[in-house]
T-cell receptor, first 113, second 112 residues
Framework: KNQVEQSPQSLIILEGKNCTLQ??????????LRWYKQDTGRGPVSLTI?????NTKSNGRYTATLDADTKQSSLHITASQLSDSASYIC????????????FGAGTRLFVKA | DVKVTQSSRYLVKRTGEKVFLECVQD?????MFWYRQDPGLGLRLIYF???????EKGDIPEGYSVSREKKERFSLILESASTNQTSMYLC???????????FGQGTRLTVV
């Protein structure tokens, strides 16, 4: 079954600290993996996208890694800011020639002052 | 900047009403999508469209229909709203293929 599982479900960290969010998937055949950030009451916004051959991609303080062999991805946030408080969603697309995209349930991150 | 605009941020409707959710994008994208988002379940695809007047069922199309008469506009229709359709509805658009999807701000629909 094609699934995307994220952990932890929620996370509370102090401002300035680093954190890492995990995404494990069983989607096959794999096409690409994306991380989205969703602020409360808003639509998701893309942070990174990685294909099979890419194992790391950065966007400012956000760094995503991908291990296609173990089917795991992580999103590392460096020097967290209050504005990083949001849900982070891992999305995996299948390479079937059609639109087969599976969303994870997301990790809710709270950054405290 | 790509802009995907949904007609309402919040909507309250009665059971049995016909509900229209409108979505407009300004980037000439071929693909448009409707998702619903529920706590703990992530986003689930309801319908998508890859061209004008073309539509395809997603994972949970039951109780919904869609309309795409113009390239920039994609409408989601709840034929007879039910309480289990209370949810956050998100519209998205993208160019062809597996390109980045841009999302609207969402419509929080409550059916009472």
């Amino acid at each position: 079954k094609n699934q995307v599982e994220q952990s932890p479900q929620s996370l509370i960290i102090l401002e300035g600290k680093n954190c890492t969010l995990q995404c494990n998937y069983t989607v096959s055949p794999f096409s690409n993996l994306r991380w989205y950030k969703q602020d409360t009451g808003r639509g998701p916004v893309s942070l990174t996208i990685m294909t099979f051959s890419e194992n790391t991609k950065s966007n400012g303080r956000y760094t995503a890694t991908l291990d296609a062999d173990t089917k795991q991805s992580s999103l590392h946030i460096t020097a967290s800011q209050l504005s990083d408080s949001a849900s982070y969603i891992c999305v995996v697309s299948r390479n079937t020639g059609g639109f087969k995209t599976i969303f994870g349930a997301g990790t809710r991150l709270f950054v405290k002052a | 900047d790509v802009k995907v605009t949904q007609s309402s941020r919040y909507l309250v409707k009665r059971t049995g009403e016909k509900v229209f959710l409108e979505c407009v994008q300004d980037m000439d994208h071929e693909n448009m999508f409707w998702y619903r988002q529920d706590p703990g379940l992530g986003l689930r695809l309801i319908y998508f469209s890859y061209d004008v007047k073309m539509k395809e069922k997603g994972d949970i199309p039951e109780g919904y229909s869609v309309s795409r008469e113009k390239k920039e506009r994609f409408s989601l229709i709840l034929e007879s709203a039910s309480t289990n359709q209370t949810s956050m509805y998100l519209c998205a658009s993208s160019r062809g293929g597996y390109t980045e999807a841009f999302f609207g701000q969402g419509t929080r629909l409550t059916v009472v």
